[in-house]
Every structure is written in C-alpha cells, then in structure tokens.
C-alpha cells in the first residue's frame, strides 16, 4: 500500500464532479497537480483537506482511513495562492498558531518557529505584521505556518502564481530544502511547468476532473497521450510512417517531412514522433550543426509570453511549436512568414506508438 492511496473518488458539486479520481504517492514524492482551468484540480485538494465529502471513493494516508474525518483531524496543511495570514498577528505568531494546539512548552514552540523561519530565511521577519511584508515574504510565512506543524502532506493551490519570475525561482529552492528537511510528501496545483521540472518526482494531468496521465514528468512530457494530454503541455506531436533505419536512427515519414529519432522502431510502422518546443533551435539558415534534424519552414505565429516567445512554424504539412528566447526572437527578427529553419537532434526526440 502506498503513503497516500486516492482511488475511485467521485465528488459532485453540482454542475461539476470530480469522476473517479485515482492518485497515489510513496512518502517524500512530490506531485505536481495540472491541468486547464476549471478542471477541479482546487476541488480535489479541498476534498483531499476534507471540506468537501465525497460521494464515493477512499483517501489513505499512511494506512489510514481518512475519507470521513474532520479536516482539522487529518494532519493535512494547504497553502493558497493568497497566503491568507491573520494580518493583525506578527509573523511569528501566524506561524505558531497552529503549533499552540499541538505543545505547551514555550521553549518547544519557538524553537520550532525559528527553525522553519531559519529555512525558509524569514528570520529577519518574525515581528512584522503581514502587512508590512511583499509578496514572496507573505507566501513564505504562509508555508512556514502549514509545514511547522509537521503535516504528513502538504498541499499546496498555485502558492507561487502571483509572484514574479525571479522570486519564484527563490522560493522553490526554499521550499525544496524545506520539504526536504521536514520529510513532506506534496501535492502541489500549479499552471507552470517549471514548478513542475524543478520540483516535481510526479505529475498528474487532469481535465474535466478526470486524470488523463500520471507519471514522472519526463515520461509524461515526453510521451504524453494523444490529443488533449500533448496539445495541453504543448509537446509536438508528427505523426507519421517508419520508412528506414540508417545506422543508429529511424527515419520517420510524415506526409512531406523526414525526421530523424534515435528510439529504435521497425520500418513500416505507424508512429508518432515527439519533440518539445525547448529542445528546437530556430536558425536562419541551414546550419552546420550535429543536429539531424534541420528543417526549413515559414513562421506562421509569434507568442510572447512574461519570459519566452513562442514560435509556430508550419513546416510542409506539421506545425511546430518552438520556444526562443527574447533576445533571440529579436536577433532572428521572427515575423510571420519568414522564412526560417527548425533544428532539433534525433536524440531529443521519441517515438510514440
Ligand atoms: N462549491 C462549488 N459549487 C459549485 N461548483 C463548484 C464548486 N467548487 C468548484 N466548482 C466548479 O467546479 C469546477 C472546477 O473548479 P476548480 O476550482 O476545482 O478548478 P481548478 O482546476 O482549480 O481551476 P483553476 O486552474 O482556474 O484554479 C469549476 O467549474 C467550478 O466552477
Ligand atoms: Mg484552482
């Protein structure tokens, strides 16, 4: 029996229901909860904390039954996008508030404190109300708070979403050595995928509160399911023939493309052949480079996100998605219609069947 065993949960909110959920981890995992808005991922995790009852369906955590207890009886904690901390009592006493129910010793509780402050480096902070705090600060006393009471799992509902590139990038590795230190096994909801590749040992991917995939994050990133699970974590999908195999690579035949994949496959069969928009290099020209795959295409549509651009190129028949950076999209003077090449090495690709 694993740490945490969800099977079979169905919760209906009317309108909405969770349909026969299913998650497990081992202790000390760390799960990455995605999917597109409205999916019920904040339903699942409200009903993992139990305020919400389900209609069917167990919650087993470390052997025991918790389906029907109070919330305050599961030694669960969650942290919200907004940290939700009592703004009229200093840091130090939103994080010991939850510890008073647990010890009486004076002594205890402020060693407690200060040690999950010492980790998550809000020492300095400890007397200051939230007010006074920003945002990453705030988020931080916020996890202090759910992770000194030691919970067996924490669950945490995009606590990063409104903070910055940079600070996100810190409170991560905070959060890391945290977990770490408080041998925590999470489930985190997030919509970005960096939360998922710099944290994450498992990921889940719901839609219309079912799981459509669960694995590791390179297994699903790499190999997602058809269709939605592939459109949602933008991974390019060519579907196509094996034509040959010319030494170590296979030779995939879309309608008007060659790929060349380093997955072993048998000429004549039907596959799939992925490539994440990370791992394709946008070029000018029909560079010298050890990359097997250099195809040339049109940009058909520009992106730009907080970070990243993201490139369309319709290359033959296949659009691909590419993501360059800022300084490169300048440089490569992307716009529509430009002619440009994709180059992507056969190792970084995998054959799907
Ligand atoms: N108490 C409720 N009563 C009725 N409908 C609800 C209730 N809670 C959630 N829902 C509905 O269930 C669906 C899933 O909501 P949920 O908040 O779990 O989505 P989500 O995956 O967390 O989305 P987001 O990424 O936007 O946070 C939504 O359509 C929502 O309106
Ligand atoms: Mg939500």
Not at 209 to 237: C, I, K, W, Y
Not at 320 to 347: H, N, R, W
């Amino acid at each position: 029996m694993s740490f945490l065993e969800i099977s079979g949960l169905y919760v209906d909110v009317g309108g909405f229901e969770l349909s026969g959920i299913g998650v497990k981890a081992e202790k000390g995992d760390y799960l990455a909860l995605i999917g597109p808005t409205g999916s019920g991922k904040s339903l699942l995790l409200e009903t993992i904390i139990g305020f919400y009852t389900p209609e069917k369906g167990r919650i087993i955590l470390e052997g025991r039954d918790i389906t029907d207890l109070p919330p305050d009886m599961r030694q669960i904690s969650i942290v919200y996008q907004d940290h939700m901390l009592f703004p009229h009592m200093d840091v130090f006493e939103n994080i010991a508030y939850a510890l008073r129910k647990k010890l009486r010793d004076k002594k205890q509780i402020e060693a407690e404190v200060k040690q999950i402050a010492g980790v998550l480096g809000i020492d300095e902070l400890l007397y200051r109300k939230p007010g006074t705090l920003s945002g990453g600060e705030k988020q931080r006393a916020a996890l202090a708070r759910s992770l000194v009471v030691r919970p067996k799992l924490l669950l945490l509902d995009e606590p990063f979403s409104a903070l910055d590139a940079r600070t996100k990038e810190r409170l991560r590795e905070m959060l890391k050595k945290a977990i770490i230190g408080y041998s925590t096994t999470v489930l985190h909801v997030t919509h970005d995928f960096e939360d998922v590749w710099a944290l994450a040992n498992h990921v889940v991917v719901i839609r219309k509160g079912e799981v459509m995939q669960a694995g590791d994050p390179e297994s699903v990133f790499r190999r997602p399911s058809p269709d939605f699970v592939a459109e949602f974590l933008g991974t390019n999908m060519l579907k196509g023939k094996v034509k040959a195999l010319e030494g170590k690579l296979t030779v995939v035949e879309t309608e008007s493309l060659e790929i060349y994949s380093s997955d072993p496959a048998v000429p004549g069969e039907e596959v799939a052949v992925s490539i994440r928009p990370e791992e394709i290099i946008l070029a000018r020209g029909a560079v010298e480079s050890s990359a097997r795959n250099i195809l040339k295409g049109k940009v058909s549509g520009i992106f730009k996100k907080e970070h990243t651009v993201m490139a369309e190129v319709q290359i033959g028949d296949a659009e691909i998605k590419a993501v360059v950076t800022p300084t490169s999209c300048e440089m490569l003077d992307l716009q529509q219609g430009k002619e440009i090449y994709a180059v992507f090495k056969a190792s970084n690709t995998r054959i799907i069947r």
